[in-house]
């Protein structure tokens, strides 16, 4: 049963290079104010606060992972998907924090003026 799956916590490295090989799909659950000002490239935007898990991409042969701040809203993405008995079960532990301080980098929008 999906419901049963352990949460899979993923360091900000085992990411990285998951990206690198495209072999996941990297979804970032904060809000869209947050993502807009600094973002890890390729990851596409579903915040939490209207996430639905039927909406994520299809993306057949890879795996989905979630990310968010520091890594609460991600694991609350992967619970929504196993009420869902979908079999997302990994979330990058520590979020978008643990990847900037692995000194992985990281898109911040550019300020006016």
């Known amino acids: 049963m999906t419901a049963d799956l352990p949460i ?3 360091t900000p490295a ?3 290079a998951k990206l690198q090989d495209r072999s ?3 979804i970032d ?3 869209p104010d ?6 890890i490239a390729g990851a596409l935007l579903h915040p939490l606060s209207t996430f639905d898990p039927a909406a994520l991409p299809d993306v057949a042969d890879r795996d989905i992972v979630f990310h968010c701040g520091s890594g609460k809203r991600s694991a609350m993405a992967v619970a929504k998907c196993r009420e869902q008995n979908l ?3 990994s979330h990058m532990a520590g ?3 643990a990847w900037k301080a692995a ?4 898109v911040v929008a550019k300020t006016s003026g």
């Not at 947050?34 to 973002?39: P, S, V």
């Not at 000194?103 to 990281?106: A, D, E, I, K, Y």
Request: no cysteine; proline share 4%.
């Open 8 to 10: 899979r916590d993923l």
């Open 24 to 26: 996941i799909v990297l």
């Open 29 to 31: 659950v904060r809000e």
């Open 95 to 97: 979020g978008i924090q």
């Open 14 to 16: 085992d990411i990285h």
């Open 87 to 89: 079999a997302h079960k």
């Open 34 to 39: 947050e993502h807009r000002g600094e973002h």
């Open 103 to 106: 000194g992985l980098p990281t």
